[in-house]
C-alpha cells in the first residue's frame, strides 16, 4: 500500500563564501566531505514554463516528498492531474548505488554555489527565468567568455553529491540541469541533463546510470487506488519507458480520458541508449544495494535467485536478461513501477558521463511517440530549438476604478529572429488570471479538453499585413470587466508570422511578477474629491507633415512630473549579431519613408544592407571602409573603429548584423503646477515608449515633432 511520508527540511543561511569553500572541499577531498555539510544548501522548485508541471529537489529527487511542496508531473499544466508518483536518478557500481528514492536512506546531499542562500520566501533552486534565485556570481552556466548560457524558456540548475552514501562514498558529484519550453511545439516534455563526475581519486567501472519511475495514472491523492490498474510500455528504438491505465479511465480525472507518460533517453554516452529496463511491483521494491544494482545490470546472480521473478519478467525476450517483456503485465495492470537504465561505462577520477532524459507526455500512445521523436531532436541540436518567438514586451498595468488600464512598448517587434534574420514579428495577445497565475482564462480549460488545450486571451492585436485578423496593432487597453478589491494577473505575449516550415510561435505566457510580461494589479475607487491629471493642448510642431496621430494618455502614477514635453523622432543602430565595438552613427539623409534596414557584414572588408522586413538584400558586396558614409533609405549610417585599443576581434567580420531602428526623444520644459499627482511619460532605456504614448511612428524624413501640457 502506498503512503506519504513527511518530513520537515530544515533550511538555514549560509554565505556563498562557504558554499564554495565547501564544493571546493568536496573536489578536493572527493569522499571525505561530512555528510551533513549540505542540509543548508537544501532547496527544492517547480518547472512551470511548460505544459508539464513539476517540482524537484537537489539533492537526487525528482519528486515533492509533501503534497503541498508542488506539482509531480502535472499534466497538462494546471490540470490537477499529476502522473508521478516518484521520479528518481541512480548512480551504481556493484555492491553499491546511490539513491534518494528511499527517504529513510537518502544517500545524495545537495551543494552549495548554485542558488541564491538569501532569497525571500521559501528557497529555491537557480531558475533562469528568475534572477532572484541565482547565486552572487550570476547564472551558474557561462559559456568561455564568461556569458550566461540558457537554452530553453526556463532553465534550471543544481548539484548533488553522494556524501550521504551509506555504503562508502565514491566521490560522485551530479551537475544536474532542466530545460523547459512554452511554445507549442516542445510543451509537453521536460528535459534533465545529468552530468556525473567522478571528484575522487579511485576508477570507478561497471557504473550504471538508472532512471526510476513510479507512474500513477488516474490517481488523486487521497482518492481511490487508481495506480493498481497501470501498465507499462518499452520501446527500445526510441529509448523509451512510459506508463498508461489499463482500462483507460479514472473517476479521479474528469474529462478527457488519462494519457501515456513516459520517460525517452535521448543521451547517453556511446549511444548506448537504454541498455536494460525492468518492472517491478511497488511492494517488492527494496533498499538493497546489492539487489538495485543487479536489476539496474541484469545481473544472473539476482535472476538466479530467488528474488529473481520480482525483478526479472522476460517473456518472450526470454533468454534476454536486460529487457522485461511488457506483454507480461496482466491485461488488468498492476501497481507497477519500472527502471531504465545505461551501462556499463568506466569513469576514471575527473572524468564525465552525460546522460539527457526527458519527461514526455501524449493524449495517444501515437502523440507520445511524436513527442518524444520532437524531444530527441530537440536534444540532438543541444537544446537550440532552431526557432524562436518574439521576446514579450515589458507590461504595465495601473489601477482605476471598475477598470485596469493595461500599456506596453514594441521591443517585440524591433527584434530581429536570430534563425530567420527577419523582423517576423505579427502581434500581441492579452492573458488575464483570478488565481495569481496558477491558471489563465477559464479554471477547467486544461483539464477539459474539449474546450481545447490553449488558454484564450482577453484580447489579441495584430499587425494589418494579410497575415491573420488584420486587427490592428495597440498599445494600450482597458479592461472594464473587472471588479474592485480583487486582485488580477495579466500576461502579454508576442507571436511571429511563422512560414510554410515552422508554424507561427509565441512566446511564453508568464508565471511569476519578476517577468517583464506580466504584471499584478487590485482595481480600485478613487478618494473623494481627487482629481485625476490630464494632457491638454497636443500640438504638431514639425517642420514636414505626417499622417501619424498622436495620442497622449498620462499615467496617474506620483513619480510623473508635470510639464511641456517635446517628442522628436531619430534613427538609431544597434548591433544585434556578434561582438561589434566601433561606433556607429545614425542620420536622416532623404525623404523616404521610414524602414526598419540591417547591415550584415559577409566578411571584414565587405557589407550587405537588408531591407528589415522582408530580409531582401538591397546592396550588396560593398565595400568597407572605416568612417566612411553609408547611405540608403533616407539615411546615413557611419562606422568607425576609432578605438586604438580595440583588440581585433571587436572589429567588423564575418556575421556581424547591424539594425537600424528609430526612437522617441522627450523633452520636458518644467512648470508650475498643482499637481498632487504629476504627470510625465515615461521611456524606456531605447527611447521606445513605455505604456503612456500610444503607437507613434511617423517617417522620420519629416522631421515631425509634437508638443503636449500636462496638468490637471
Not at 534533465?192 to 526510476?212: A, C
Not at 473517476?251 to 488519462?258: I, L
Not at 519613408?593 to 550587405?608: C, E, L, M, V
Request: glycine share 10%; with cysteine.
Amino acid at each position: 500500500m502506498k503512503q506519504f511520508i513527511y518530513i520537515l527540511i530544515l533550511v538555514l543561511p549560509l554565505s556563498l563564501v562557504a558554499q564554495r569553500k565547501a564544493l571546493e572541499e568536496l573536489q578536493r577531498q572527493g569522499p571525505g566531505l561530512e555528510k551533513t555539510a549540505g542540509i543548508v544548501d537544501r532547496t527544492g522548485g517547480t518547472h512551470d514554463k511548460s505544459n508539464i508541471r513539476h517540482f524537484f529537489e537537489n539533492r537526487g529527487k525528482l519528486y515533492p516528498r509533501r503534497v503541498s511542496d508542488g506539482p509531480d508531473g502535472e499534466w497538462p499544466a494546471n490540470s490537477k492531474r499529476e502522473y508521478i508518483y516518484r521520479a528518481a536518478p541512480y548512480v551504481g557500481i556493484p555492491g553499491n548505488v546511490i539513491q534518494g528514492r528511499f527517504t529513510t536512506n537518502e544517500e545524495w546531499e545537495a551543494m552549495g554555489g548554485f542558488h541564491n542562500p538569501t532569497q525571500t520566501g521559501k528557497l529555491s533552486p537557480a531558475f533562469s527565468d528568475r534572477p532572484s534565485t541565482w547565486p552572487a556570481s550570476g547564472w551558474p552556466v557561462k559559456d568561455e567568455q564568461g556569458n550566461p548560457v540558457i537554452k530553453s524558456d526556463q532553465d534550471s540548475y543544481c548539484a548533488y553529491s553522494d556524501s550521504n552514501n551509506t555504503k562508502g562514498r565514491l566521490g560522485i558529484v551530479v551537475y544536474q540541469t532542466g530545460y523547459a519550453y512554452g511554445m507549442k511545439i516542445a510543451r509537453d516534455m521536460l528535459f534533465f541533463k545529468f552530468e556525473i563526475v567522478n571528484v575522487g581519486p579511485v576508477q570507478r567501472d561497471s557504473l550504471y546510470f538508472g532512471l526510476y519511475a513510479d507512474v500513477d495514472v488516474g490517481n488523486i491523492s487521497g482518492g481511490d487506488p487508481e495506480w493498481g490498474d497501470d501498465k507499462a510500455g518499452f520501446d527500445k528504438d526510441r529509448r523509451l519507458m512510459y506508463f498508461y491505465d489499463g482500462d483507460g479511465k479514472t473517476t479521479e480525472w474528469p474529462g478527457a480520458p488519462p494519457g501515456y507518460f513516459g520517460f525517452a533517453f535521448l543521451a547517453t554516452p556511446k549511444q548506448k541508449g537504454i541498455t536494460d529496463f525492468h518492472y517491478m511491483l511497488y511492494d517488492d521494491d527494496v533498499d538493497v544495494d546489492a539487489t538495485q544494482y543487479g536489476y539496474m545490470a541484469s545481473t544472473p546472480d539476482l535472476y538466479n535467485s530467488v528474488q529473481g521473478p520480482k525483478f526479472f519478467h522476460l517473456g518472450a525476450n526470454a533468454p534476454d536478461l536486460h529487457y522485461d517483456d511488457p506483454a507480461t503485465i496482466p491485461a488488468e495492470g498492476l501497481d507497477i513501477l519500472g527502471m531504465a537504465s545505461s551501462g556499463p561505462y568506466s569513469l576514471p577520477p575527473g572524468g564525465r558521463l552525460t546522460f539527457v532524459v526527458a519527461f514526455v507526455a501524449g493524449q495517444t500512445q501515437d502523440d507520445l511517440f511524436l513527442n518524444t521523436a520532437t524531444a530527441q531532436l530537440i536534444a540532438d541540436k543541444d537544446f537550440d530549438i532552431g526557432a524562436e518567438a518574439p521576446p514579450p514586451p515589458n507590461l504595465r498595468a495601473e489601477s482605476a476604478d471598475g477598470r485596469v488600464i493595461l500599456t506596453w512598448d514594441n521591443v517585440s517587434e524591433v527584434t530581429r529572429d536570430k534563425y530567420s534574420k527577419r523582423f517576423d514579428f505579427e502581434g500581441y495577445r492579452l492573458y488575464r488570471s483570478i488565481d495569481k497565475g496558477a491558471t489563465w482564462d477559464q479554471i477547467d480549460r486544461n483539464a477539459n479538453r474539449l474546450a481545447g488545450p490553449d488558454p484564450v486571451p482577453v484580447v489579441s492585436f495584430d499587425k494589418v499585413n494579410g497575415v491573420g485578423a488584420d486587427a490592428g496593432l495597440k498599445y494600450r487597453y482597458e479592461d472594464t470587466t473587472v471588479v474592485n478589491g480583487f486582485e488580477y494577473w495579466y500576461s502579454l505575449t508576442a507571436y511571429d508570422e511563422g512560414d510554410a516550415l515552422v508554424p507561427s510561435l509565441e512566446s511564453s505566457i508568464g508565471n511569476n511578477l519578476e517577468l517583464s510580461n506580466v504584471v499584478s494589479v487590485v482595481p480600485r475607487q478613487d478618494a473623494a474629491g481627487r482629481t485625476a491629471p490630464r494632457a491638454v493642448d497636443v500640438a504638431h510642431t514639425g517642420t514636414g507633415t505626417s499622417d501619424y496621430p498622436l495620442t497622449v494618455m498620462v499615467g496617474d502614477n506620483e513619480g510623473f512630473a508635470p510639464g511641456s514635453y517635446s517628442v522628436t523622432f531619430e534613427p538609431v543602430a544597434r548591433v544585434a549579431i556578434g561582438n561589434l565595438l566601433s561606433v556607429i552613427t545614425a542620420s536622416i539623409a532623404g525623404t523616404a519613408p521610414f524602414q526598419p534596414w540591417a547591415i550584415r557584414f559577409n566578411d571584414a572588408t565587405t557589407f550587405n544592407v537588408l531591407n528589415g522586413i522582408t530580409g531582401a538584400a538591397v546592396l550588396s558586396d560593398q565595400p568597407y571602409t572605416s568612417g566612411a558614409a553609408i547611405t540608403f533609405g533616407g539615411l546615413s549610417v557611419t562606422i568607425t573603429d576609432t578605438n586604438s585599443t580595440m583588440l581585433a576581434t571587436f572589429y567588423p567580420e564575418e556575421g556581424d548584423s547591424i539594425v537600424i531602428g528609430q526612437r522617441a526623444r522627450p523633452t520636458r520644459r518644467v512648470m508650475a503646477s498643482h499637481c498632487r499627482s504629476r504627470p510625465r511619460p515615461t521611456f524606456a532605456a531605447d527611447g521606445l515608449w513605455k505604456g503612456i504614448i500610444s503607437r507613434l511612428r511617423p517617417p522620420l524624413s519629416h522631421r515631425t515633432a509634437w508638443s503636449t501640457t500636462c496638468s490637471r
